[in-house]
Each structure stands twice: as C-alpha cells, then as structure tokens.
C-alpha cells in the first residue's frame, strides 16, 4: 500500500489515509493503531510545549531577539527561542567567527610540521545551537523570497534588522548553489552553510541588543481562571 493522495507524509490528510488502512491479520492491525496512537501523543505533546513557550514569551528579558531572529527564513519560533535561550548575550562575541567557534561550526585543523589541513567541523561547543542551525539552514536550498508570513512578521520589525535577514537570504542561496554545483554533498552544503548562517544570527542579535529596541508588545497569555 503506497500512499498517493497527496505529496507529504504526517499531514493530517496523510494520517486520515493510514485510518482507512485494513490490514490482513488482527496483530498487524493492533500493531498499526499503536504506531499511530503513538504518533498523535507525541504530536499533542509538541503542542502543548510550543504554547508553553509561547505562553511565557511576553514575560522574557529576551523577547525582542526572539522576535527579530524570525525575519529570517526558515526560523519560527521555536527555532528561535533555542537559539536565544542558548546563546543569551550576543554582545560577549566579538566578531561572527567567536560565534561559530562557540558552536562547533568551524572546520577543526591537523598541524604536522609546516603542513597544515582543515578537517570536518569541530563539533564542539553549544550542540543545541548547532543542530538548530543546521537545521534552519536546509530552507536556503530555495530560491530567495519574502513569503507572506515572514512579510508580515516584517512590518513590525526594525528595518535594520529586515534588511540583514534579506541580505542572509542571496548570500545563503548563492552558496548553497554554488557549492552544489561544485558536487558537494547536500549534507555537506549545508553545514557550510549553517556556519555562515550563524554570522547572520549573530548580526541580528547584536542589531537588537545595540539598538535598544524594545520589541512586539505582546500580552501575557491569560490562565483559565482569570
């Protein structure tokens, strides 16, 4: 059985055809419901940690990071509140590399005598921060463009700030590109990527928290009670 309604799996359509499927022996069929009970728990269990965090994001000192990091493409907002709640205070590095560096995103180096060779990532560092990175970076496969939700997450922002994610947008692209052309691996792309995705970040955080920008106003979600 080949699903063939639609494009993408573990979209509601996709689970509604798995509900139809009848298999042949009693213990295949316990066996599929349990997989999906399992799916649709874990699902629910998303959703309510994302309204968590959102729940909590209008009392955070951080808030307005969080908000600008998602003018970039690809960062919503769980993403982005990662990224802050790991990093904190961009102001601490000097320079986008210092960031990097801090991630493991930058290549480790073998020295013997006067030769020296740049290896893989060095891994080390904030691995929380890395694999959301490297995660965001995938989306700058695509070709440029300001979809009408990040249109509109822009319209309250600081141009400064929707300026850089614009710009994060051609240069990304265009390395990604490139580097494909050049018979990179796709994995490979895009840690490339996600290292120089990280100088980006690193921008917008710091545009942010030199520019005393207060942030979205939000209201503080209301308890049941109340």
Do not use: C
Request: charged content about 20%; proline content about 4%.
């Amino acid at each position: 059985m080949v699903y063939e309604a639609g494009k993408s799996a573990w979209t509601a359509a996709h689970l509604r055809w798995l509900a139809t499927l009848k298999l042949e022996h009693a213990a295949q069929q316990i066996a599929l419901q349990e997989y999906l009970h399992a799916v649709t728990e874990a699902t629910a269990r998303i959703g309510r940690l994302e309204q968590a965090m959102r729940d909590t994001l209008p009392e955070w000192g951080l808030t307005p990071v969080v908000q600008a990091l998602q003018a970039m493409r690809g960062v919503q907002l769980v993403a982005a509140m990662t990224l802050v709640a790991e990093l904190q205070d961009f102001l601490r590095f000097d320079n986008p590399r210092q960031l990097m560096a801090y991630v493991g995103l930058v290549p480790g180096e073998h020295s013997s005598g006067p030769k020296r060779r740049q290896g893989s990532i060095t891994k080390a560092g904030n691995s929380a921060a890395r694999r959301m990175l490297v995660e965001v970076a995938w989306h700058y496969q695509h070709s440029p463009r300001v979809s009408p939700i990040i249109a509109k997450r822009h319209d309250a922002l600081p141009k400064g700030v929707t300026d850089i994610a614009w710009k994060a947008q051609l240069r990304l692209n265009a390395k990604f590109k490139r580097l494909v052309a050049r018979r990179v691996l796709k994995n490979k792309a895009v840690v490339a990527v996600a290292r120089e995705l990280t100088g980006f970040v690193w921008a917008i955080g710091r545009e942010v928290q030199t520019s005393g920008w207060q942030g979205i106003k939000t209201e503080p979600a209301r308890s049941a009670a109340d």
